[in-house]
């Protein structure tokens, strides 16, 4: 064989070993039945989360679905992302529709690790990146509320995305390097209620989500941690969380907790744009224990 020939062949056969592992790699990694905690689901705990998460925000009943109670997350409303429009699922119990055939072990792969049932993995606009940091046993009280809903019927709407399986395979990579699933681990030198607020901040309520920047492997940029930056949906910027009392944006703790629970009906004008007027009412429906928690913790933040 000529060198060049030689050079190229073996470029192809790089090419082609450097496919396969990316193949290997962009397959899913579910976690197994081992993985979950023994557990007497606690429904008032999963209502509780499923607020803290605001899983309604983004799966409330869709422009199609004008006669569905409105507190029901039977899905089908746009949520437009930077790649496309996607319309976040049914998640009540309706068998063919929505969740009432799933396994907890399902849930748990779809909320935790972003894999669907079908074993395909699910868009980070989803903010399982966050849920991951959740206690398993919340997620399955989240499952045990879910369960306990009226069902509806509102079959899955299509994503307006480009190439979605590609997409998806792309996901797969993108989760070894900027995806970390360890759950959250409480820091034994802090009060037990800034462990509390600590918990709901960075698993369910996903604040990071939005408040902490992205590296370049869009990963968090924990040394950056909740310094805010651009908006992920692209709508300008979101504000830092930091020494928000000093700053002299709230009084102390209970004002943001003031806050947090009444936003702009009393004058709290700075959580309304930008996906943090849902937060804030969502964080409204919480016991004024947990806004306190977190008040707390993000005022601690400096
Ligand atoms: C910021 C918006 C947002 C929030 C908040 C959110 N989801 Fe979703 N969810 C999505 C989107 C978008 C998808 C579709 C992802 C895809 O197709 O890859 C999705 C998909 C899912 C799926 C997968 C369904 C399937 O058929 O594979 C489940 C289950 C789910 N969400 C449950 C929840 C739960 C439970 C919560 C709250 C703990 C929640 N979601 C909060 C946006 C959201
Ligand atoms: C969907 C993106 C998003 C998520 C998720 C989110 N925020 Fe926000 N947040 C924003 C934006 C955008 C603003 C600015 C809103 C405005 O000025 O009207 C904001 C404003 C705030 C403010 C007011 C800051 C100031 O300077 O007065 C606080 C406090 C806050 N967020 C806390 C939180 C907490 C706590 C969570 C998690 C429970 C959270 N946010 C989750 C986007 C988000």
Redesign the pocket.
């Known amino acids: 064989m000529p060198r060049r020939t030689k050079v190229l062949a073996s470029l192809a056969v790089l090419a082609v070993a450097g496919a396969a592992m990316a193949w290997g790699m962009s397959n899913p990694h579910p976690l197994t039945a081992a993985d979950l905690p023994a557990h007497a689901a606690d429904i008032a705990n999963g209502k509780l989360l499923?607020n803290a998460?605001?899983?309604l925000?983004?799966?409330k009943p869709g422009p199609d679905l004008k006669n569905v109670d409105a507190s029901l997350p039977a899905g089908g409303s746009p949520?437009k992302t930077p790649v496309g429009t996607?319309y976040?699922?049914n998640?009540t119990p309706d068998p063919q529709t929505g969740?009432g055939k799933w396994t907890d072990l399902e849930?748990v792969n779809?909320?935790q690790r972003g894999i669907?049932?079908e074993g395909e993995n699910?868009?980070p606009?989803?903010?399982y990146t966050s849920?991951a940091r959740m206690k398993t046993a919340d997620v399955l009280d989240?499952k045990a509320y879910l369960d306990s809903l009226q069902p509806v019927v509102a079959p899955?709407k299509q994503?307006q995305i480009p190439a979605p399986w590609l997409l998806r395979r792309g996901v797969g990579l993108w989760k070894h390097v900027g995806f970390d699933t360890a759950q959250w681990q409480p820091d034994p030198a802090k009060s037990e209620t800034w462990n509390l607020g600590a918990y709901i901040a960075n698993s369910?309520g996903h604040c990071n989500e939005c408040h902490t920047p992205r590296n370049m492997v869009m990963a968090f940029d924990w040394s950056k941690q909740f310094q805010g930056g651009p908006h992920p949906g692209g709508e300008g910027k979101v504000p830092s969380l930091h020494d928000l009392v000093g700053r002299g944006k709230y009084k102390d703790a209970s004002d943001l907790a003031a806050a947090f629970q009444n936003g702009e009906t009393m004058g709290y004008t700075d959580m309304s744009s930008g996906g943090m007027g849902e937060v804030q009412s969502n964080l409204a429906k919480l016991p004024d224990s947990d806004v306190q928690a977190l008040a707390e913790y993000i005022t601690s933040l400096k």
């Open positions: 499923f998460a605001g899983c925000s983004c799966h949520f996607f976040p699922p998640l969740i849930f779809a909320v669907s049932p699910l868009i606009a989803f903010p849920y989240i899955e994503a369910a």
